[in-house]
């Protein structure tokens, strides 16, 4: 479109008292009813945020400056941004948010800044972690979908820290790919591997989160956990994690991450796993029954949830590709 003939809104003399109005006029240009209504939400809490807390240009400044440092520090395998989402509880929200469960399903968590594209394809019983100070562990695991029924083919990504807390992206002479992988499941909704026993670990915290964390007297550790993400046509994208019973940090993760339903106890295989997956009776072993949910299932309960929310807000919306937009008819 050419930019001389879009119709903007006259306005001038803008105050405290008028210029959120004028900026949400200005946006409404935007013909994505979507985009508009994001942007106009934004502008709006943005707007009441500066007038609520009288905030000072010094404030106002130190918050740019903190927000460009976040940028630089970024790069292919640092992602300060995610870290500033999860350390403020963002992330977390938004997974509840687009990723509701039904009772019975696994729940979802952070993704955290450490997932990779990278991992390479293993098969059942494979090794991931070849880390040799690790607490060698067993982790046997079923895949099935609400009612009880195994799903086959589903790709599992899954990764881990180095038994000193580290990830494989965290060291600067790494050879490849180590503690991380991407599985299927089999015809009963099976999968297993050798890993290691996940440690507590912090977040990167030499950057200006972690300078935030500290401002805050906030520590930045996160309790042992292992990474899960599971894709399957049909079903909704689950990204999840299991963290480790009675670790330290399980009730002050920095990061927000923990539910109980994802915490998990380490147990030793004893004579029948020994036996079925020649490893030793007292080698360590994980168990865990993960559930997903079906795409229709997610988007049904996405929708009542936006309803219910927004109606207590007292806001008239309808749904448009599975998202809230204000209803003007
Ligand atoms: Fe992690």
Redesign the pocket.
Known sequence: MDPSQVKIPPMKDLTVDNITENAIRMNSLCEDERTRYVLERLVTHLHDFAKETRLSSNEWMTGLRFLTEVGKICSDVRQEFILLSDVLGLSILVDSIDHPKPSGSTEGTVL?P?HTHEAEEMGQGDLMSHDKNGEPLLVVCTLKDTNGNPIEGVKIDIWE?DSSGHYDVQHPDRQGPDGRCIMRSDKDGIFWFNAITPVPYPIPHDGPVGKLLKMLHRHPY?PA?M?FMFEKPGFDHLITALYLRNDPYETSDAVFGVKDSLTVDIGKAGPEYAKKYNVSEDHALLTYDFVLVSDAETRALREKNSKIALDKLGRKVKMVNGLPVPDLD
């Open positions: 955290g450490f820290t996160r956990h990474h």
